[in-house]
């Protein structure tokens, strides 16, 4: 175990050696790491704060029924109850002939005229059931409900959608899907450009020290042993790579909400974004730094067991 030990520390030791020697052969795989880790954290905070957009918006939208005079309670009761079953229905809310009253006259303090119309003549306004979809795909289900002859029969007028926000929901749903999309394709190029051009950082490290692995592999070094410092000098671009990521997306942060003075852009909801970066701080870096350490020690890898020649088990 001991003997262990000490051969970690050693590669460990050589493979930051190893990286200070090249550092300047490992400035473009760093860079190129960066920007792909960088895409990767701010895909994931622009489709949390969409995501917050998209509830935000959701829980404005609804659906108002308006009832018939002469519904009786049971039936409202029934009614009710098939509301609740039916799928992705967050909640269902009756207001009597008096509370949608109580609630007109609120909305229309200002305007005496109104409210004394409304009065006069016993209060025109019909008991109504206010439907908060859960999911707005599901949505087109509570219109096919309403409009069953059934349950037609119970209303004084048509419902009434909010359909300006759920075009406004559909329009920022697509766009995160694009966004997404973009997000993932962009990683993915970006992912093989990294792995290449580590690859070849490697490749070239190798050819420079090709008389020093010669005469290891004749000491009789194990494969680990020499191939050990290549990996640990691309884990360590990964490590460079999450820290300075995660420093750009704070960077930009500070400047959009201080130096611009934004609290949003677009549909992009900045100050969300930033505290969600603020309150996932730590999950991130961590996260920047997996895939930065993983991303290097598989290059490596496949690398050193190409260009090393290495027999595999």
């Known amino acids: ?54 509830t935000q918006i959701t829980n404005k939208i609804g659906v108002s029924v308006y009832l018939s005079n002469s519904v009786s309670q049971t039936q409202t009761q029934n009614l009710l ?88 929901i559909n329009k920022i749903t697509r766009a995160t899907d694009i966004l997404r999309e973009i997000g993932i394709t962009t990683v993915i190029v970006f992912a093989i450009i990294s792995a290449l051009i580590i690859f070849n950082t490697i490749q070239m490290a190798i050819f420079n020290r090709r008389d020093e692995i010669q005469i290891m592999r004749l000491l009789g070094a194990t494969t680990w042993y020499i191939r050990g410092p290549f990996v640990v000098e691309s884990m360590a671009y990964g490590i460079i790579s999450g820290v300075l990521s995660v420093s750009i997306i704070y960077f930009l942060f500070v400047v959009s909400s201080n130096a611009l003075g934004a609290s949003s852009l677009g549909i992009l909801d900045i100050s969300y974004a930033n505290n969600y970066f603020d309150n996932h701080f730590w999950i991130l870096l961590t996260m920047q730094l997996v895939l930065g350490i993983v991303l290097g020690a598989i290059s490596s890898t496949i690398a050193t067991r190409r260009y090393l020649k290495f027999k595999t088990k």
């Open 81 to 168: 109850h098939e509301l609740k079953s039916l799928p992705n229905v967050k909640t269902v809310k009756y207001q009597s002939q008096a509370q949608v009253l109580a609630s007109y006259e609120a909305q229309n303090a200002g305007n005496q005229n109104l409210i004394t119309g409304a009065e006069e003549i016993n209060n025109p306004l019909p008991a109504t059931i206010l439907i908060q979809p859960d999911n707005l795909n599901y949505i087109k289900n509570i219109k096919s409900f309403l409009t069953q002859p059934n349950v037609v029969k119970l209303q004084s007028d048509p419902p009434s959608y909010s359909g300006n926000q759920e075009a406004a």
């Open 1 to 54: 175990m001991k003997r262990r030990l000490i051969t970690l520390r050693r590669i460990i030791h050589a493979g930051i050696v190893n990286f200070i020697r090249n550092f300047s052969l490992s400035v473009a795989a760093i860079a190129v790491m960066v920007v792909t880790l960088t895409i990767v954290l701010f895909s994931i905070i622009t489709n949390a704060a969409f995501g917050n957009t998209i």
